[in-house]
């Protein structure tokens, strides 16, 4: 028997119809879930800031939990962290039935998310469960437990990690309320042997985020990870299993390469707009009076024989700040240049606050620079510039630009011209010493520009008086048997402050001082190649150039006498100079003792005049 065609065409209607209907109640569903985001901090750190800020600009709803108090946690850079777990469970309760909220667990200090509240959601709801928690490659701090974990395929993440979790709340607190756990306990650990319960993980629909689909781990994962520019914006991405994870996080020994990845993302940096924040939170000093103007201790370190010292004491000077609100601190180290800076000092120590000179010898050069520290603590500076007499600064507008950047520690940055050494490393080795970032060139040749958070900087930078008033942030130039730079980059990691390079400008260079020796007469007339910049600058006659201009005559001061102006008169002055402290001049006998090589080869200059 054959069905009317108006039967069928009807019953079709119907069921499209209920399917469309049972859809949209789906979705509706979806659409009725929200998303809290926790997160733990004890204090407003630059990780905090740069969590919030991720947060923020992804319009995420957040709450911060422990915040001005006491870290209950014990140390977390080994087991601990258990209080965190407390603090969860106590902000979930008024939460412990609705299942209409979804909320995101997330460390604060090493964590930046990177999607909004819709693509979290979507995300964790693609993963069919009730709770989902983020994985890494190790499995720590037991490794003993590892073979109690399923079994994944494909390479994928197979260890828990705590830094991450999310599911609805009522789930959620039934899984942390499952089992107590003391402040000091391990939180890692704690949720691991919750997940290895087998039946609570199926009555609690646990499932681990083995792929990277909304957390990404960064250590023991550094290969898998990507940065690719998506719509001229940078995304992070695992191109192991080809996802871009919402939330990130700098685990374990992963905080640098992590710190480098947030000099990009979320939206910090792009090939077409540059530096998307380096103008947030910045301090506008056109809008103070002079007299208002932050108060600034330059303490200079003269620690080693260094070209040029006169040009850098003038530029010193020549630093466009009122003076009236600068206090001068001059510490030398070598006896070599020492006369330099008593007359300097002599001559325009009155027109700052207040001027100190301090000689000391080499082997007080930790104490010396620690002094600086209460020395700007004790004047009340609002910064500290710190100045190695390797640092020229060529900008005079540096300190202000410096201050109006407004962070805890940034550096300008410095290069030796035409070389690619600088004042900062954008990576480190795993025994800690230099390492090239991937974009290292880039930022030393002015290729990308910006405000860049970097694990080293040295020679010249300026530090906010609050972080040397705070003995929780105070950095320190003494650590084990390292130089005293890294040690103080090594301080300042450790403490969680971040270290900034801006590049935005050109504000001077580096002296190489390497080669320098000071028992030659007028050593720095043999500096052409080591430090030629500066050494044109002093000796290269500032007409050179018009020399090789076809429509310039040279003076003719008598017929068939031509003048060319080639060196300047310091040069000519410091060259007789070096030719009178010779003084192996002829008897005037036919005892020749030279030969037309004397003044290359026996002055030690040949290399510099051939």
Known sequence: MKTPFGVCTAVCCLLFALDIASTEKDEGAKSDLNLLVLTVASEKNDGYKRFIDSANLNGLKTKVLGFDKPWQGGNMNSVGGGYKLNLYLEALEPYKNNDNLAVLLTDAYDVVILAN?????????????????????????????????????????????????????????????????????????????????????EKLNIKLDNYAKLFQNVYLAEDDIKLKLVNKSYVLENVNF??????????????????????????????????????????????????????????????????????????????????????????????????????????????????????????????????????????????????????????PQTLKTLIQRNKKIIAPMLTRPFKAWSNFWGALSKDGFYARSLDYMDIVNYNKTGIWNVPYISSCYLMKGTILENKFTRPSYKEDNLDYDMAFSKSLRDKGVFMYIDNQYTYGHLIDSETFDITLKNPEVYQLFENRYDWEQRYIHPEYMENFNPDKKPAEPCPDVFWFPIVTEQFCREFIEIMENFGQWSDGTNNVSYSVNIMFVILKFEQQMT
């Open 117 to 201: 509240s819709s693509t979290i959601l979507n995300k964790f709801t693609e993963f069919d469960a009730s709770i989902v928690i983020s994985t890494e490659n190790s499995c720590w701090p037991d490794r003993k437990l590892a073979d109690q974990y399923p079994t994944v395929d494909q390479n994928g993440y197979r260890f828990l990690n705590s830094g991450g979790l999310i599911g609805y709340a009522s789930q959620l607190y039934k899984f942390l309320s499952e089992k107590p756990i003391k402040n000091l306990g391990d939180d890692q650990l704690h949720l691991t042997n919750l997940y290895l319960n087998t039946d609570l993980r």
């Open 242 to 395: 080809n996802t871009q994870p919402a939330v990130i996080h700098g685990n374990g020994l992963s905080k640098i390469t992590f710190n480098s990845y947030t000099n990009y993302i979320p939206n910090k940096w792009s090939p077409e707009s540059g530096c998307n924040t380096c103008y947030d939170n910045n301090l506008d000093l056109s809008m103070l009076k002079e007299e208002n103007y932050p108060k600034v201790l330059i303490s200079i370190i003269v620690d080693k024989p260094t070209p040029f010292f006169d040009e850098f004491l003038n530029k010193i000077e020549d630093i466009d700040y009122p003076k009236s609100r600068l206090c001068l601190s001059i510490t030398t180290l070598v006896d070599y240049h020492k006369e330099h800076v008593d007359k300097f000092i002599s001559r325009i120590g009155d027109q700052y606050n207040a001027s100190f000179v301090f000689h000391k010898t080499a082997e007080e050069s930790i104490h010396a620079r620690h002094f600086s520290f209460s020395l700007c603590t004790s004047k009340l500076c609002d910064f500290l510039f710190y100045i190695e007499n390797e640092a020229h600064l060529d900008n």
